[in-house]
T-cell receptor
Framework: ETGVTQSPTHLIKTRGQQVTLRCSSQSGHNTVSWYQQALGQGPQFIFQYYREEENGRGNFPPRFSGLQFPNYSSELNVNALELDDSALYLC????????????FGPGTRLTVT | AQSVTQLGSHVSVSEGALVLLRCNYSSSVPPYLFWYVQYPNQGLQLLLKYTSAATLVKGINGFEAEFKKSETSFHLTKPSAHMSDAAEYFCAVSLNNNDMRFGAGTRLTVKP
């Protein structure tokens, strides 16, 4: 059984640029959630994807968007990067009917300069 | 909206001592409650969860937590700390399938 994987591990971008982060869900999991974890803080829910559609969103602006693919993998896209977007981005996968039991990937560390 | 508050951003115990990490929740309806652990440069690992069954929940690595509705608490305990328990611990609450709210975290240090 393969766990949740994320790529890249680290990323450095400049303010105003766009970034795409990728997540492969655990085998058999059909639901993917994304979180932003700023330094010294707990993760904050960005959004969740199920059946290739957004299913719930936290308090994040529209420049944060996502995709889910037929194989349940997912992307997080952030446009017009701001310095405050620097954080660890975590992906978590689950089964839809057990979405509270989430399995997290190692995260992507994004630094915006 | 639901939320959790973790009391103490940093807890330090001696190896073999009791570990107690505090979490209080706020929710208008019975919540699901969770404890996660995060080791450096890693994602979060689920330690245990409360889903309205038994109020005393046993998790992995010898941890357990007790749901106390009257105190709106879900404190995490372990009778005897091990060096490998040093990590960041997060309490989380969820009312539905897609909005999990995390606390700010408690860093546990274990002294030899």
């Amino acid at each position: 059984e393969t766990g949740v994987t994320q790529s890249p591990t680290h990323l450095i971008k400049t303010r105003g640029q766009q970034v795409t982060l990728r997540c492969s869900s655990q085998s058999g999991h059909n639901t993917v959630s994304w979180y932003q974890q700023a330094l010294g803080q707990g993760p904050q829910f960005i959004f969740q994807y199920y059946r290739e559609e957004e299913n719930g969103r936290g308090n994040f602006p529209p420049r944060f968007s996502g995709l889910q693919f037929p194989n349940y993998s997912s992307e997080l896209n952030v446009n017009a990067l701001e310095l405050d977007d620097s954080a660890l981005y975590l992906c978590a996968s689950s089964l839809w009917d057990r979405a509270n039991e989430q399995y997290f990937g190692p995260g992507t560390r994004l630094t915006v300069t | 909206a639901q939320s959790v508050t973790q009391l103490g951003s940093h807890v330090s115990v001696s190896e073999g001592a009791l570990v107690l990490l505090r979490c209080n929740y706020s929710s208008s309806v019975p919540p699901y409650l969770f404890w996660y652990v995060q080791y450096p440069n890693q994602g979060l690992q689920l330690l245990l969860k409360y889903t309205s069954a038994a109020t005393l929940v046993k998790g992995i690595n010898g941890f357990e937590a007790e749901f106390k509705k009257s105190e709106t608490s879900f404190h995490l305990t372990k009778p005897s700390a091990h060096m490998s328990d040093a990590a960041e611990y997060f309490c989380a609450v969820s009312l539905n399938n897609n909005d999990m709210r995390f606390g700010a975290g408690t860093r546990l240090t274990v002294k030899p």
